[in-house]
């Protein structure tokens, strides 16, 4: 099996590695663009890239129409993420109580490049895992309330994953993860939260903290290859992609990557973060730091399954075989995921008990205590 | 249909409004749902104006014009018998009974809309109907502040449009002469409206 991907890059890919790209573009590649630019939601960064290129003009009309108001879709976003820091500083900081805002609302507030265009959904922060109860408490007062009602929901999220059941505020319609740690509790690995904190940054001038820059890398690469799910999740790996190339214009960013990711037990996410964002994205990355996370290297066949799954999975299928290759390989890679949240024993519980539930849907129990 | 109209257009600002034009000057009236816009559209139509949409307006970024989205009108309970007497010569599809919206029909836009659907207008008018038989029916002007919090309101996607879309209604406003529109009898209003037309004649 190849080490590189066997599928041709679509335009899309083209475009986000070299925007240049799409100077020569038929009418069919912009078609074929624009469906898989709003398939994985990278219409606003595709924008962002052609125009910070200076190829904006180039884009056919109904082309530009799209990508453009892809990037005042997921500028409307970045804006109302800020928002909702400045909300969360009002909510916590009278109480001496400090977060460290992750993904989006981090990129945003931080001004990063990869904030540009992307579309966010929810706003995720991180406390320390002895102020959740009252960070919670504090976020209940403020308007914030509890999507989950089932108490299984409830009970599931505190003892096994890295952040509290999922608040949506009851006016604004946000949506807030409210994590202490970067991943779940019952994940095989086990970064030192503390270390994540103390080397956190403050980026403006509410006195919001960020991750660094190796552990911003770090916890995207994390999210992508242990956490999350891996199939159409191009946008995350596309994340990955835009903050190595802004950081790693920085000195000192490349020498202390490997590093921390070792002193985090992260180097097999960074590996593959920094494998498939080459593959696919064309991500510059020296060629010193890419033999250092060979230590992250995992063995032979494992990692001939992954390049033979992520990139298929990654980028969404058109053609009928394509997508029967992205549906195996999403099949594969999602059984890889949950195997990597939680060992054996309290998945096939977890699993029965959402099974059982799925075939005896029953009234919330939370609701029917209540007065 | 609508949600991708709205979603995904966000070089205009989007109004949820009827739109008809006439002497290259449109007719902008945004209302909720059940205010009679679409009604008040057709009797226009009727009387001469051309049909943008009775749905949309597309007001563009580039040039501040009105763009037309011509489709058919869509006319629920009372409105189907009433415009079928008042404008007999519109062809109307059959009527659907008992849908969420109540009885619905919809009107082809005749065919000059369909063929200029590719020309924008000129905003000149920005009118809040509300059928309403309670209050004295008639044009009672309203203060640009006034309309421009009101047609804020009818936004799909101001607040997505963030500071350009307040600059872009703040222009859209101050090109329009602007009215409240309370009214309760079809042909007065169209009449009413119509006079608007007329006196921007006379006065040029």
């Keep these: 099996m190849s080490a590189t991907p066997t599928i041709g890059p679509t335009p899309l890919l083209r475009v986000l590695r070299a925007p240049a790209e799409a100077q020569d573009f038929s009418q069919g590649e912009w078609e074929d663009l624009v469906w898989h630019a709003r398939k994985t939601r990278l219409g606003g960064r595709t924008w962002r890239m052609l125009e910070a290129a200076g190829f904006a003009d180039r884009v056919p009309e109904p082309v530009r129409r799209q990508l453009a108001s892809a990037f005042i879709e997921a500028e409307s976003h970045r804006r109302r993420l800020l928002w909702e820091v400045d909300r969360l500083h009002r909510a916590l900081d009278a109480d001496g109580q400090c977060f460290v805002a992750l993904k989006g609302a981090a990129y945003a507030a931080a001004q990063l490049e990869v904030a540009q265009g992307r579309p966010a959904a929810d706003i995720d922060i991180m406390v320390p895992r002895e102020s959740i109860a009252k960070v919670e408490a504090l976020l209940l007062g403020e308007g914030w309330k509890h999507i989950l009602e089932e108490e299984y929901d409830q009970r599931y999220y505190r003892r096994w994953m890295h952040e509290i059941p999922p608040l949506v505020h009851a006016l604004r319609g946000s949506e807030l993860d409210l994590h202490h740690t970067i991943l779940p509790l019952s994940s095989r690995l086990h970064p030192d939260a503390q270390s994540l904190y103390r080397r956190a940054v403050t980026v403006d001038r509410l006195g919001t903290k960020v991750f660094a820059p190796a552990d911003m890398v770090l916890h995207a690469a994390v999210h992508l290859f242990h956490d999350g799910e891996i199939r159409g999740a191009l946008r995350d790996l596309v994340d990955i992609d835009v903050l190595l190339r802004e950081f790693g214009a920085r000195p000192g960013f490349w020498p202390a990557l490997v590093p921390r990711a070792k002193e985090l037990g992260l180097v097999r996410p960074l590996f593959y973060a920094l494998r498939y964002a080459g593959h696919l994205l064309e991500t510059p990355v020296p060629s010193a730091v890419v033999a250092e996370a060979e230590a992250g290297r995992p063995a032979a066949t494992i990692l001939a399954v992954m390049d033979w799954a992520v990139t298929r999975a990654i980028v969404p299928a058109l053609s009928p075989r394509e997508k029967f290759g992205a549906r195996l390989a999403g099949i594969l890679l999602y059984l890889r995921s949950h195997y990597l949240r939680m060992s054996v024993a309290p998945l096939s519980r977890h699993l029965m008990r959402k099974s059982i539930r799925r075939l005896w849907p029953r009234p919330s129990r939370m609701r029917d205590a209540e007065p | ?204």
């Design chain 2, 1 to 204: 249909m609508n949600w991708c109209v709205y979603d995904h257009v966000h070089e205009f600002l989007v109004l949820h409004a009827a739109v008809v034009e006439k002497g290259g000057r449109a007719l902008v009236m945004p209302a909720a749902t059940g205010s009679g816009k679409s009604t008040l559209s057709a009797a226009l139509v009727h009387r001469g104006w051309r049909l943008l949409s009775d749905e949309f307006a597309l007001i563009s970024k580039e040039d501040g014009l009105v763009y037309p989205i011509p489709r058919p009108i869509g006319l629920k309970q009372a409105s189907i018998p009433l415009i079928r007497r008042y404008a007999p010569e519109l062809r109307m599809g059959p009527s659907f009974v008992d849908t969420r919206k109540g009885t619905v029909a919809h009107l082809r836009p005749p065919p000059d809309s369909v063929e200029r659907m590719a020309e924008p207008a000129r905003p000149a008018w920005l009118v809040f109907p509300a059928f309403d038989t309670r209050v004295a029916s008639g044009l009672a002007p309203l203060s640009k502040a006034s309309a421009f919090i009101a047609a804020s309101d009818s936004s799909f996607n101001y607040g997505t449009l963030g500071e350009a879309g307040f600059d872009q209604l703040a222009r859209f406003v101050d090109q329009c002469e602007t009215y409240d529109f309370p009214f309760d009898d079809l042909n007065t209003a169209a009449e009413a409206l119509d006079r608007l037309a007329d006196d921007r004649r006379n006065a040029a």
